[in-house]
């Protein structure tokens, strides 16, 4: 499964960003997807993650009820819109595919991303 994230940006304290990640190949229904980021001088820390079917979302404490992460088998594409951003939201954020785990730790991750750039200003 090859992955690439895109819809990164520079945006305002409050405002909303889509990303997206596009993934090749016809498995992409099988696998659980997550977003993490990275910020500059920190370890990537996880952010979202959402099951193979859609029907189960998880997300980290600090995004819970800002961020919202889904998926369009058929496109075969995961999103994470992200609402009312906070600078310390600025990152490298990720796109990831796995086929186990708990989705919640880099290693459970297959295949990854470039990453995409979020710059939040204050």
């Known amino acids: 499964v090859q992955l690439q994230a895109s819809g990164g940006g520079l945006v305002q304290a409050g405002g909303s960003l889509r990303l997206s990640c596009a993934a090749s190949?016809?498995?992409?229904?099988?696998?659980?997807m997550g977003w993490f980021r990275q910020a500059p001088g920190k370890e990537r820390e996880f952010v979202a993650a959402?099951?193979?079917?859609?029907?189960?979302?998880y997300y980290a404490d600090s995004v819970k009820g800002r961020f919202t992460i889904s998926r369009d088998n058929a496109k075969n594409t995961v999103y994470l819109q992200m609402n009312s951003l906070k600078p310390e939201d600025t990152a490298v954020y990720y796109c990831?595919?796995?086929?186990?785990?708990?989705?919640?730790?880099?290693?459970?991750?297959?295949?990854w991303g470039q990453g995409t750039l979020v710059t939040v200003s204050s």
């Open positions: 959402i099951s193979w079917s859609g029907g189960s979302t």
């Open positions: 190949g016809r498995t992409f229904s099988s696998y659980a």
């Open positions: 990831a595919a796995a086929s186990h785990g708990k989705l919640s730790l880099p290693e459970d991750y297959d295949y």
